[in-house]
């Protein structure tokens, strides 16, 4: 008879592939999966009834700034109470390693951290924290864009130069060998907007010899946004790289309905090469306050200011009206400030969260006192009210987009799917009840209907909440399995 650690029976399983539920046993041995069938002899130490309940592999959030929260926080119930299991951190160009702070931390590092937080000048050193802090979930990691200009550059208003682009790569290469998932950019930020297509191209060259990817937060999401998919393609295609958009929208009420043309060039752009994109379940999004997106015709609330602390939760036309000013003169004096842009149309996000090529990434700032409440309820969200309330897609095909697609994306070896042999990042789950509860006016709210969690074998979460075991860990770029 099979011994095991966990055995959990009769679970509806969907195994991350897409295909349709089975009704199965599932037994967990050694942090893996042990044992799949349809009635299972195991001698177990802890046994789960299933019924009536959905087992998943783990959810895997692609996109995320949860680079120190991993080490600092190391709990993560924010990403646990939604049942995920693995975290990518390094988006958007912004990465805690390999990080050199030699002044002020320019934006949007500051999403991350502080400056104290930033002491990781190798990815060694980062993987290495990684393992003492033992988070609650697994995390993969890529290199920040913009972390790398500021450790090579006195200012980041300019192109680098080709000295300034050869150290970028060496510490790149460093990070490749140690296991760093690809490259990032945030070429809509000021801290990276100088940055020439050439300067990328070049920077991000080692990524196809590594069989890493390239993410990108574009140069702009809004009236140039396919100019901005084409640069992103481009560098793609020279650097022989798997492109992935960050965040897919159109920003900003003048670009509103344009998601058909949008979806179309992606899917031009597929037919030749891998590129895929993902998105969250919002119409708002959340980053630094810009004043080149202050439009008072948006509703845009203010998470956090340095010099005006009290302001948090207003909206800006709340408060440039209390101090006689003009939206854009009230952002300037809130400066540096966080914010939430409700810039999205709701239709939109329908039909690039409903593509087949899109992932899903919650994009949570974990650090923002007021955080967006994607940061406690994306996944959740995706099966409660797109899924089983909308019927945008069928539950077999939002769990790929969670768990499969990504595990194959990114490289993360033996994750994502429901196999003998893989690594058990499982969560169960009432598809009946799973609910996001977390809103703009309560954003720290765990969801309903998830009934276990578990990370590499250890039950992690229940119904009840946290159990306290933190099992996860340092996940190296494996070998990448492109879906198209």
């Keep these: 008879m099979l011994r095991c650690d966990t055995l959990i029976r009769n679970a509806k399983v969907l195994d991350g592939s897409g295909g349709a539920a089975e009704l199965k046993d599932v037994a967990l041995c050694g942090g893996r999966i042990g044992a799949i069938g349809p009635s299972l002899e195991c001698a177990a130490s802890a046994v789960t009834d299933a019924a009536g309940l959905v087992l998943a592999p783990g959810f895997i959030d692609v996109h995320t700034h949860d680079d120190i929260c991993v080490i600092r926080n190391p709990a993560m119930l924010a990403k646990l109470s939604q049942g995920v299991t693995t975290v990518i951190v390094g988006n958007c160009g912004i990465s805690a390693a390999p990080f050199q702070l030699a002044g002020e931390l320019p934006e949007p590092m500051n999403l991350l951290g502080d400056a104290g937080d930033f002491c990781y000048p190798t990815f060694a050193s980062y993987v290495a924290a990684l393992g003492e802090a033992r988070p609650a979930v697994n995390v993969g990691a890529l290199v920040g864009h913009t972390a790398l200009r500021n450790n090579h550059m006195d200012r980041l208003d300019r192109a680098a130069t080709s000295a300034e682009i050869e150290g970028m790569r060496e510490q790149l290469c460093e990070a490749l ?237 033996e994750r994502g799917l429901i196999r003998e042999g893989y690594w058990a990042d499982l969560v169960l789950f009432d598809p009946e009840r799973i609910i996001d509860t977390a809103t703009y006016e309560q954003p720290v709210s765990a969801a309903k209907g998830i009934a276990g969690v578990w990370v590499n074998g250890e039950l992690s979460y229940t119904a009840r909440g946290a159990t306290g075991n933190r099992a996860g860990r340092f996940v190296r770029r494996g070998k990448t399995a492109w879906v198209q």
Aim: net charge negative; hydrophobic share 40%.
């Design 177 to 413: 060998e140690n296991g760093a998932l690809g490259l990032s950019t945030g070429l809509a930020y000021l801290s990276a907007d100088a940055a020439t297509t050439e300067e990328v191209m070049v920077l991000a060259e080692p990524l196809g010899r590594a069989g890493a990817v390239y993410t990108t937060h574009m140069r702009t999401e809004a009236e140039a946004i396919l100019e901005a998919m084409e640069e992103a393609f481009a560098i793609g295609r020279a650097d022989h790289a798997p492109v992935i958009v960050s965040h897919l929208k159109c920003a900003g009420i003048g670009n509103w309905g344009r998601a058909g043309e949008v979806l179309q060039l992606l899917d031009a752009g597929r037919t030749g090469q891998q590129i895929g994109c993902d998105c969250y379940p919002y119409a708002a999004g959340s980053s630094t306050l810009d004043l080149r997106q202050v439009d008072e015709r948006l509703k845009i609330t203010i998470t956090w200011s340095t010099p005006h602390e009290e302001v948090a939760g207003q909206t800006l036309k709340e408060i440039a009206e209390s101090w006689s000013v003009t939206q854009l003169e009230a952002a300037r004096r809130l400066q540096s400030a966080g914010a939430i842009y409700h810039s999205i149309s709701e239709g939109d996000m329908r039909r690039i969260l409903a593509h087949p090529a899109t992932m899903i990434g919650s994009d949570g700032l974990p650090c923002d006192p007021r955080p967006h409440p994607r940061l406690w309820g994306t996944f959740p969200r995706v099966l409660g009210r797109y899924c089983r309330g909308e019927n945008l897609f069928s539950l077999p095909e939002a769990v790929h987009k969670m768990a499969g697609m990504p595990a194959q994306r990114f490289g993360l070896a």
